[in-house]
T-cell receptor
Framework: KQEVTQIPAALSVPEGENLVLNCSFT??????LQWFRQDPGKGLTSLLL?????REQTSGRLNASLDKSSGRSTLYIAASQPGDSATYLC???????????FGKGTHLIIQP | GAVVSQHPSRVICKSGTSVKIECRSL??????MFWYRQFPKQSLMLMAT?????????EQGVEKDKFLINHASLTLSTLTVTSAHPEDSSFYIC????????????FGEGSRLTVL
């Protein structure tokens, strides 16, 4: 069964810094991997989706990578802003009728 | 992008009552819908998978008689929490996948259930 781990659990950095969030998964037969953002008490906002055949995806200041062989994905946030403060979740899918297996998230605080 | 709408966003009920949460795909047909539950400071946990027109598949440890799931159409799935108790208080989120082969899941806004 897929297990997803996120490190660190919490991170606080000054505004403007570049940062990396880490995600690892146990089953390399992953169909795709998604990164989400969750604001307190809110639903999920999909940030990036990486298919198993892809190595990275970029959207604005966000870049996500996927290395199936090592079971890792990273989310890179460039030039962080206070508005980036949220919990970031990664989740892997086995495809087909499988739902997503979520990590516990990284709680990110960007200090103004 | 595809939009999934969930209703209600918040509900407070008395212990012993039943609560229904709706999940609708607004601009696409959702062949499969998933229901997740999130306890405070915990990650989302998959509860069940529902395919239109068939019985839902429940994850281990999830009581199917307590959490009734109906996926009667390609745009609507409902989760009914029967005889709710305070320990059922949680954040419930649905997601849906359409006919695209990317496997991307689209999420509703979530429903905060508080059982008094």
């Amino acid at each position: 069964k897929q297990e997803v781990t996120q490190i660190p659990a919490a991170l606080s950095v000054p505004e403007g810094e570049n940062l990396v969030l880490n995600c690892s998964f146990t089953d390399s037969a992953i169909y795709n991997l998604q990164w989400f953002r969750q604001d307190p008490g809110k639903g999920l906002t999909s940030l990036l989706l990486i298919q198993s055949s892809q190595r990275e995806q970029t959207s604005g200041r966000l870049n996500a990578s996927l290395d199936k062989s090592s079971g890792r994905s990273t989310l890179y946030i460039a030039a962080s802003q206070p508005g980036d403060s949220a919990t970031y979740l990664c989740a892997g899918s086995g495809g087909g009728a499988d739902g997503l297996t979520f990590g516990k998230g990284t709680h990110l605080i960007i200090q103004p | 992008g595809a939009v999934v709408s969930q209703h209600p966003s918040r509900v407070i009920c008395k212990s012993g009552t039943s609560v229904k949460i709706e999940c609708r795909s607004l601009d696409f047909q959702a062949t499969t819908m998933f229901w997740y539950r999130q306890f405070p400071k915990q990650s989302l946990m998959l509860m069940a998978t529902s395919n239109e027109g068939s019985k839902a598949t429940y994850e281990q440890g999830v009581e199917k008689d307590k959490f009734l799931i109906n996926h009667a159409s390609l745009t609507l799935s409902t989760l009914t929490v029967t005889s709710a108790h305070p320990e059922d208080s949680s954040f419930y989120i649905c997601s849906a996948t359409g006919t695209s082969n990317t496997g991307e899941l689209f999420f509703g806004e979530g429903s905060r259930l508080t059982v008094l």
